[in-house]
């Protein structure tokens, strides 16, 4: 048998996203929950300044700071650069992790389900999300383009890659027990597989379906800025369903509708994700991908 | 005719429940869907610090600063409680108040559809309780038992009362098309009531079904305080339905079941109110009581 794989389960990675930090808090208790042959198994919650004051975060995003030129960048200042730091070093630092594989918990006001997000070309990432939807074909898979140095998530201080659960729809600042119940189903087949493989071959799809970031979609705003609109209410709850140019995306505070233009055969995500408000986006748009897996 | 009745209507008590903010911006740019014969309507938003940083509240709780004793008090000095009696003196303070009803928009997290939340002996609150529910049954009244002088919501300062609109399920921090158009309609049936009985006399029931309060329900905790449970599934979204005792409520982190073992012929409300984590309350208790109107 190869050596054991080093697993880092993470909540609170946002301060208001209470399901991965119960997660944490209840695995602590049980950890024979997540203990699996193969596997040394630990558990992290990465933002407790932020959760104990249940927000997002203090200063800034702390999902935003794990580029490798971020993390070296003495000037950088904020509560989240510096958390960044802490746990990098923590962690062994991103050019020689102690780490093997992350999964990042996290919950959305979107009515996503079980979204798994994966970045870069790492491949294990790509297996574990191959192995969990052929598991539960309801899964959706996301998947970013971009180098592992360049990556500004925590997943990227895994050795191979981690992996971010992301389960909605529920509010932020509050537990629902099915969205909990989804969450920790999924973590466990998460581990399932990574236990899987290091006994023995699993045998995947060669190829799976996934969705891959285009942009973020701005809400209505008037010419001061302000925000004049809401998500339509044919629009919410479509997480994934096919968006068509001429659906109605967008209702203004005057009744007014908007509709959607722009490319063809993309899907909306992160429909009203109360997250994206600060910025007054309405949700991403993406669009279908096939990947390859090469094992 | 009898005077104009000055009626306000009031966004954003609580800086994260966008609804009644919007509401507020939308009135701004179309007054006319907000007038009425008889009636001279104003627009506040109240905590607008709050709601820049997308908070329930700054320091405190904003809608629990109206007591006269608390705005005579000038040794409180949160920043709610000095916007308290900002507010006080800009409606003319409680004792001479120059508005005679406030409208206080909220949300809720809770699958509470349309509540409203009547204080004390208003007459003039229960009129346009009973009205609105003549109009939808499927609205639901709550009704506090205080006087005037003690009621510490802002609806207090009116000087014939005022009453609370609050709608759910709703995250904190966003807009839900569906919720916000609830709201609008509940607003604009008030105004309808408010304006119709100053022209004529308004046949209305002589007794109307409500909800009084008695006691916030405490989440699981552990000796040390921490939370260690969550709504059960089989409560969640079960507000203003019949709580029997042995009937689940809370689901633990080891997986047990905790049941209702309290007073007979209750409801439950509020239940998983994302406000409410911060002291780890679940749901509040109700007791079905009838009101009597003196019309």
């Not at 920790?184 to 995947?204: M, N, W």
Request: hydrophobic share 40%.
């Amino acid at each position: 048998m190869s050596k054991l794989l080093n697993v880092l389960l993470v909540g609170g990675t946002h301060g208001n996203e209470l399901t991965g930090i119960h997660l944490v808090k209840r695995w602590q208790s049980l950890p024979d929950e997540i203990a699996r042959q193969g596997l040394k198994t630990e558990l992290l919650l990465s933002n407790e300044a932020a959760s104990k004051l249940n927000r997002r975060y203090i200063d800034a995003d702390l999902n935003r700071q794990f580029s490798l030129s971020e993390l070296k960048d003495s000037e950088l200042s904020s509560c989240e650069a510096l958390r960044a730091k802490e746990i990098n070093e923590l962690l062994g630092f991103k050019q020689t992790p102690s780490q093997d594989f992350i999964i990042d918990m996290h919950t959305t006001t979107a009515n996503m389900g079980v979204t798994l997000v994966v970045n870069g070309d790492s491949e294990l990432a790509l297996k574990v999300a191959a192995y969990v939807q052929s598991k539960d074909p309801g899964v959706t898979i996301m998947h970013q383009q971009v180098n592992r140095d360049d990556d500004n998530f925590l997943i990227s201080l895994g050795k191979f890659g981690g992996i971010v659960v992301e389960v909605g729809p529920v509010a932020q600042g509050l537990l629902n027990a099915e969205i909990f119940e989804k969450t920790r189903l999924t973590v466990q087949a998460i581990l399932d597989f990574l236990s899987l493989q290091q006994l023995t071959e699993v045998v995947l799809p060669k190829k799976i379906s996934a969705y891959q970031f285009i942009e973020k979609i701005k809400l209505p705003e008037n010419e001061n800025g302000d925000l004049v609109g809401m998500i339509h209410p044919k629009l919410q709850n479509r997480d994934f369903q096919p968006l068509k140019q001429g659906d109605a995306i967008f209702l203004l505070q005057t009744g007014e509708t908007q509709y959607y233009e722009g490319l063809p055969n993309c899907v909306a995500a992160f429909i009203n994700e109360a997250a994206y408000y600060d910025q007054h986006h309405g949700f991403s748009l993406l669009k279908p991908v096939q990947l390859q897996l090469t094992n």
